[in-house]
């Protein structure tokens, strides 16, 4: 299966919105720590999720460099775990 920045970012949502509803469903350019303001709960299901639906990807390296920038968000994120994913099905 494929796995398109599109449809990871739809997961992400998805996912938030299931686990954090007060939040509803976040823009894809909103910060996941300063716009959303997830809590380690919230991260810990999220990047769960992504493990377990995309397989082992390196989160930490772009977890830090992002929310030290603000460039923390969904679509960042989708767009980073596809660029993975592709270069892992290249290799």
Same mark, same amino acid.
Not at 4 to 27: F, N, Q, S
Not at 63 to 79: P, V
Not at 81 to 86: I, P, R, S
């Given at each position: 299966?494929?796995?398109?920045?599109?449809?990871?970012?739809?997961?992400?949502?998805?996912?938030?919105?299931?686990?954090?509803? %007060? &939040?509803?469903?976040?823009?894809?350019? !909103? +910060?996941? =720590? @300063?716009?959303?303001?997830?809590? #380690? $709960?919230?991260?810990?299901?999220?990047?769960?999720?992504?493990?377990?639906?995309?397989?082992?990807? %390196? &989160?930490?390296?772009?977890?830090?460099? !992002? +929310?030290? =920038? @603000?460039?923390?968000?969904?679509? #960042? $994120?989708?767009?980073?775990?596809?660029?993975?994913?592709?270069?892992?099905?290249?290799?």
């Amino acid at each position: 299966m494929t796995f398109t920045a599109e449809r990871i970012a739809e997961m992400l949502v998805t996912e938030i919105a299931e686990v954090c509803p %007060e &939040l509803g469903r976040p823009d894809l350019d !909103a +910060s996941i =720590t @300063g716009d959303l303001g997830l809590d #380690s $709960l919230c991260l810990t299901s999220l990047f769960g999720m992504v493990k377990t639906e995309l397989g082992q990807v %390196e &989160l930490s390296g772009w977890f830090i460099r !992002a +929310s030290n =920038t @603000g460039t923390d968000t969904i679509g #960042s $994120l989708s767009a980073y775990l596809a660029a993975q994913l592709a270069a892992r099905k290249a290799a």
